[in-house]
């Protein structure tokens, strides 16, 4: 074997935001699927995005031309990239594949959004982020090629603008172990089965990158590190030692530098460290200094002690302290974010509305590189050269502790006061009972999960409204003319339990955000959720409380155009932490348990003006759960209890309901049963209702509404396909207890496609409801 390779650079990340700092991949990529731009004018706009990236990196203090700038750059997925990569594409696809077996820009998003009767690739979240991937399908009958050289192209691009990039792929070992059995392979089947057929692509790619001039190339490993994935983990650590075994005895290959972010590597690190790469990547935020490391040989490890999971500045000299620990066990060492910075928003100082203090608190994807580049140069230089740095850092510590607001003694002494009582809500049965008497629906109700789309003349309003060109007066009646076409509409199209379509909200955790104390929102702090897909998460730095009410009124202004009940809808604790940069100051329980308390408050006054069912969501439940088996006892407790405590003062003709989006159910479904909520949504469609076998096997009694319509694909669900998935639903759970909905909100979709969806929903559920004894 002979490798390429120069030193590993002394300072380094593990990806950088791919969206741009003003979107502009996303508005590239909606105006090619919209037909405004061809695909090569999205090629040019995407590469220029590329080289303006590079080149940002370089002035904040990576180098140019070693190996220390990551070529992270995906159109819509960096797993969706691999899948492609490797030819693993579904047979219903195939006709998208020209002869060898290349696949288009048209081809690759329509994997990830559909077409016609072809489902996308399943979609879930990325580990404990709110990021999604979408799943690949393996079978024994998947064949594996380098069927897609962009990974070479994108490096051979680097290269000529001046730059000396590594190359990143997700590792073959992580690939196949968030994949799932193709629609054809037999029982028992598990996609890490066919890794001895995938290595050689993989060894092929790196013997590319390797001719192409590169010297490291990066391979995400992220599965090693979480015991949620459904494998016995000896097999795992097999396919490991199987992998790296393969690819290290590769001929003229780079150097591998294997990255494991989002926890400890545990009893992963010996078998890397007796393998043949050449760096270790140690997320050392979210796991934890080895106490040994024997085999690591001339192995360099890359210590991950810059959060790439929040936006806090944090404690440098805690982090520079930390590779000085791990400089125990080798003295080849190197400084990196523990994951990849596409989690961040790009620039604090792109920022100009978050006050005098909370931006010196604050380190977004630019300022994290700046960390980065002052713990190397500690390692090379030492200590002293950074002292300045470190006690700067440790003084915006001190200043966040006292500051105003970060910790309200009427908010403590509310939590301290709290009973069990507060948690908890009467029979279940006994509720059931109140709640058919009040609200009188029929045999599965239909409904939608809460927003409806968003045109442009809704944001146009709300822009003009931010700028100060629109009066709230003038608003408001805009967002009720809004409202009464929603409620219209869904009383034409004959949907049982109404929303009013959230039109005055820009985000579903920003809206509250907005409207809580101990909370800020930024201007520019776009992060990617999947895809094109974009959300600003809000800031929660202190102690959290509700001054005034805040959906009240449009739900009570709703409820009086309709004599069908209206759902108050609400974003749940768990969610508005998941999906905002939370405080790392105390626990997260907490945190939870006041914004719980926030939302209690609201959930009481929509119940005094008349509201008789009300959504609190939850989305995010799976998403935050633990990677470590060990972690997870007590995060449920506290998420499961933070949603019990919001909910649980109502009275039992008060139907609560909770959504639930793209998470693997089967793992919390305990979590979801105890929540205890009247009603739970759940996405269901397009993984074609898998989820009920394992609400049948829980014997979950509670309302359940598996999702009939996958709303992150524009394709339009025909009524028998909705049929056949109702039908399926009814084979494993009483009618009595199901519901009819989207997997999702609507806010993301155009009209027309909804209206038709709707009413294919409305007709499928018609036609089963008549074939109900």
């Known amino acids: 074997m002979t490798t390429t390779a120069s030193a590993f650079p002394t300072g380094t990340i593990l990806g950088y935001p791919r969206i741009g700092r003003r979107r502009e991949l996303k508005k590239a990529v909606e105006a090619f699927w919209a037909g405004r731009i061809d695909a090569e004018e999205l090629e040019a706009a995407a590469a220029a995005l590329r080289n303006t990236t590079r080149e940002r990196l370089v002035s904040l203090g990576l180098g140019r031309t070693d190996s220390s700038i990551p070529e992270s750059f995906s159109y819509y997925d960096q797993v969706l990239d691999a899948a492609v990569t490797v030819g693993a594409i579904p047979a219903r696809f195939a006709d998208l594949v020209d002869a060898a077996g290349h696949l288009d820009l048209a081809g690759y998003f329509t994997l990830a959004r559909g077409a016609g009767e072809n489902l996308p690739l ?40 001046g730059f000396l990039t590594r190359p990143v792929i997700v590792g073959p070992v992580t690939f196949l172990l968030l994949a799932k059995p193709s629609s054809d392979a037999p029982a028992g089947f598990h996609p890490l089965d066919r890794l001895d057929d995938l290595l050689p692509v993989y060894a092929t790619l790196i013997e590319r990158l390797a001719a192409a001039g590169a010297e490291w190339v990066q391979l995400d490993e992220p599965g090693l590190v979480s015991e949620s994935i459904d494998i016995p983990r000896d097999a795992a650590l097999a396919a490991l030692a199987r992998a790296y075994a393969v690819l290290g005895a590769v001929q003229n290959r780079p150097a591998l530098f294997v990255a494991a972010p989002y926890g400890s590597l545990d009893d992963a690190l010996p078998v890397l460290a007796g393998s043949a790469v050449e760096a270790i990547g140690l997320d050392l935020v979210r796991g934890t200094v080895p106490t040994s490391a024997a085999g690591l040989g001339e192995t360099v490890l890359v210590a991950g002690v810059i959060d790439g999971h929040n936006i806090w ?111 908890s809500r009467g029979d279940y049965e006994t509720r059931v009972a109140a709640q058919e008497a009040v609200l009188d629906l029929p045999p599965l109700p239909t409904t939608t999960i809460g927003s409806f789309p968003q045109t442009g003349e809704i944001r146009r309003a709300r822009a003009r409204l931010v700028s100060g060109e629109l009066a709230p007066a003038d608003y408001q009646e805009l967002m009720r003319a809004e409202i009464g076409r929603v409620v219209q509409l869904q009383e034409d199209l004959g949907l049982d339990v109404l929303v009013h379509g959230e039109p005055e909200r820009n985000d579903m955790v920003q809206y509250f955000a907005e409207n809580l104390d101990g909370f800020t929102v930024t201007e520019n702090g776009w992060v990617q959720s999947y895809g094109s897909r974009c959300t600003r998460p809000s800031i929660l730095w202190g102690d959290v409380s509700r001054p005034a009410p805040i959906t009240v009124e449009w739900s009570s202004y709703t409820q009086s155009l309709t004599e069908k009940p209206v759902k108050g809808m609400l974003t749940g604790p768990v969610t508005i932490l998941a999906w905002s940069f939370v405080r790392d100051d105390q626990p997260l329980g907490e945190t939870a348990r006041q914004v719980a308390l926030a939302l209690r408050d609201e959930i009481g006054d929509l119940e005094a003006a008349g509201i008789q069912v009300v959504q609190v969501d939850e989305p995010a439940l799976r998403e935050l759960l633990p990677l470590k088996k060990k972690d997870h006892a007590d995060y449920l407790d506290w998420s499961v209890g933070s949603f019990r405590l919001a909910t649980a003062g109502v009275a039992d003709a008060t139907q609560i309901h909770t959504h639930l989006c793209y998470s693997e159910f089967g793992v919390v479904i305990d979590a979801i049963r105890n929540l205890d909520a009247d009603v739970t ?93």
């Open 122 to 161: 399943e979609m879930t979240k990325w580990f404990d982020s709110n990021y999604h991937y979408l799943v690949p399908e393996i079978g024994p009958e998947t064949t594996f090629s380098l069927a897609s050289d962009r990974i070479v192209r994108e490096f051979d691009e680097a290269v000529a603008a």
């Open 313 to 423: 500045r944090g404690d440098l000299a805690a982090a520079f302290e930390t590779v000085g620990r791990l400089s125990a066990l080798s003295d080849k060492i190197a400084v990196s974010s523990s994951t990849s910075l596409l989690h961040l928003p790009h620039d604090v100082t792109d920022e100009s509305k978050l006050g005098a203090d909370l931006p010196g608190w604050l380190a977004f994807a630019d300022q994290k590189i700046g960390q980065v580049a002052t713990l190397a140069r500690g390692l090379t230089e030492g200590r002293a050269a950074i002292q300045a740095d470190l006690d700067a850092a440790t003084a915006s510590l001190a200043a966040r502790r006292v500051s105003p607001g970060v910790r309200d003694g009427a908010v403590r002494a509310r939590l301290e006061s709290l009973t069990p009582a507060d948690f």
């Open 681 to 773: 949504s759940i996405e269901a469609a397009r993984s074609k209702m898998e989820v009920v076998a394992d609400i049948q096997t829980s014997g979950f009694d509670h309302g359940i509404g598996p999702g009939v319509y996958d709303i992150h694909s524009p394709r339009v669900p025909g009524v028998a396909e909705i049929t056949e998935l109702l039908e399926r639903a009814l084979e494993s759970i009483p009618a009595r207890q199901v519901w009819v909905n989207p997997d999702c909100g609507l806010k993301t979709r155009g009209y027309a496609e909804t209206v038709e969806s709707l009413r294919n929903i409305v007709d499928a559920t018609r036609a089963v409801r008549a074939t109900l004894v």
